[in-house]
């Protein structure tokens, strides 16, 4: 069993590595060609740079800056990317649809209730959610006011004990 779950984590590993790969390089090839024209898997491209940067071609714009930038992280965010694909969660990413439209359903009929009070463990769905709370805030925090203190309690419970002695 210990072996399938192995073999299970590989597979995982091997195809979401090929599905990022296939996006990632997809998804950054059409943002280096739009923006600068430049072909990172094309040696030609390569061949243009080294050429520029051999006849004494320097980085000066903000472009060619945004440029290097990109070609090192290049790599990194690849990586990165891969690692956090790994860790998701497909489950719950294939039921999201599902889930999204249980949660509609249940506000559309929570909306068409009018009101509802469960007495059992006192609480109240409608429009007039924030008038009980309140009343019970009111009711809790008089309460507190009027029992005394449990050092009170304490102190008269001594005094009480030192008079009889």
Not at 29 to 36: E, Q
Not at 117 to 127: A, E, T, Y
Request: proline residues 2%; charged residues 20%; contains cysteine.
């Amino acid at each position: 069993m210990h072996f399938f779950k192995k073999l299970f984590k590989f597979l995982k590993w091997i195809i979401t590595g090929a599905v990022w790969t296939y996006i990632y390089l997809s998804g950054t090839l059409i943002l280096f060609r739009s923006v600068w024209g430049f072909n990172y898997l094309s040696q030609k491209s390569w061949q243009i740079l080294s050429s520029y940067w051999n006849s004494g071609g320097s980085i000066s714009t903000g472009k060619d800056y945004l440029l290097v930038l990109c070609l090192i992280v290049l790599i990194p965010l690849w990586i990165w990317g891969w690692k956090k694909l790994y860790k998701a969660n497909y489950v719950a990413l294939l039921l999201a649809p599902l889930l999204w439209y249980q949660k509609r359903e249940a506000d559309n009929s929570l909306k068409a209730m009018s009101r509802t009070k469960i007495h059992n463990i006192g609480i109240s769905i409608g429009d007039d959610i924030k008038q009980d709370f309140e009343n019970k805030l009111q009711k809790r925090q008089a309460a507190a006011t009027n029992a005394p203190k449990a050092s009170q309690n304490i102190r008269l419970q001594l005094k009480d004990k030192l008079r009889h002695e």
